[in-house]
């Protein structure tokens, strides 16, 4: 590990007058940020520590929703009674997610801004666009069963890693934000993120020493629920295929559906034409698999995930058919 300095800010405008320093970076839970920088992947002259910032609350909004503080830990939101009961795909979702001892220590705005585990980007001795732009990508021609099958580019393959961005694409949240220069905005979660084209290195559309303040929820929706991730092992596992899913019925006809896929893209991933095609149709098994088949009517796959395929498509139409019979029941 290379050497570097440290602060603790009090506040937000303490914290985004230090991140100008050059070669600072922002650290909160570090579950993420001290691995890269352990195997040179990452190497900040100077850490910004906003763990101790005044965030981590989860209150109610004049909308009807939650605000969830950036600083809240993976456990905490979890465990937190409103967002058990009115978002229950979010629960799932981070509960799903590493491990009981990284959700105590993980905190909201860093789950969203964590890197690819793609093999390649922490191995320093293989090129990576997203690491050295224009050195290639190694997976392309590589290993790539982790890999993306939708939104990926010649010059990056590699999939995000966040299952809690996948909830939250799936609710509609938006995060709100403090820029640099003390101003505010608020973005949807959804288009936070940047596909790779030609500059993989750049995954966010977050300005330089932008910091994520909140996480906002809109009002809960009427509808089932459903997180499914499929993994290769129970727990501890990034997704191959995961699926954030909410299905409002009315009869037997679907009113509508949300669809959010992870472990398959650069980003969350929205199947939009499919929750398109959903509307009106009937809640039936056929339907469901249909709206998986959908999903990836567009995907690529490049060897040694060619499975992942199949896989989305069904994990769509087991997901929707979990939510659906949810909201019936």
Not at 234 to 244: G, M, R, T, W
Not at 283 to 304: C, I, N
Request: positive net charge; hydrophobic residues 45%; aromatic residues 6%.
């Amino acid at each position: 590990m290379r050497p570097f300095t440290y602060e603790r800010p009090a506040d937000v405008p303490a914290a985004l007058q230090a991140i100008r320093k050059p070669g600072a970076r922002f650290i909160a839970g570090g579950t993420n940020l001290l691995d890269l920088m352990k195997v040179d992947v990452e190497a900040p002259t100077h850490l910004v520590d906003v763990s101790r910032l005044p965030l981590e609350r989860i209150e109610a909004t004049e909308a009807g929703g939650l605000r969830i503080g950036a600083m809240a830990t993976n456990t905490y939101v979890a465990a937190n009674a409103r967002v058990r009961e009115h978002y229950p795909v979010l629960a799932a979702a981070l509960l799903n997610g590493a491990s009981g001892q990284l959700r105590n220590q993980a905190t909201t705005g860093g789950n969203l801004l964590q890197r690819t585990r793609c093999y390649y980007f922490y191995d320093v001795s293989k090129p990576c666009n997203k690491r050295s732009p224009g050195s290639g990508c190694s997976a392309l021609h590589g290993y790539n069963r982790i890999h993306a099958i939708l939104g990926a580019s010649d010059a990056c393959i590699a999939v995000h890693p966040s299952d809690m961005a996948v909830a939250l694409a799936a609710l509609d949240a938006e995060i709100e934000t403090q820029t640099a220069d003390g101003q505010g905005r608020r973005l949807k979660v959804a288009d936070l993120y940047r596909l790779p084209g030609s500059t993989p290195h750049v995954e966010t559309i977050l300005q330089p020493g932008e910091l994520i303040t909140a996480v906002v929820l809109p009002p809960p929706v009427s509808a089932g629920q459903v997180y499914r991730k499929v993994r290769d092992r129970a727990s501890y596992a990034f997704a191959l295929v995961s699926v954030a899913a909410l299905v409002e019925l009315e009869g037997d006809r679907i009113r509508s559906a949300r669809i959010a896929l992870g472990g398959v893209a650069p980003k969350p991933w929205r199947a939009v034409e499919a929750e398109r095609r959903l509307m009106g149709a009937n809640a039936s098994a056929a339907t469901f698999l249909g709206a998986g088949e959908t999903t990836v009517a567009e995907a690529h796959a490049y060897g040694h995930n060619d499975f992942k395929i199949a896989l989305a498509a069904r994990t769509v139409a087991r997901a929707l058919s979990e939510a659906a019979a949810q909201h019936k029941g």
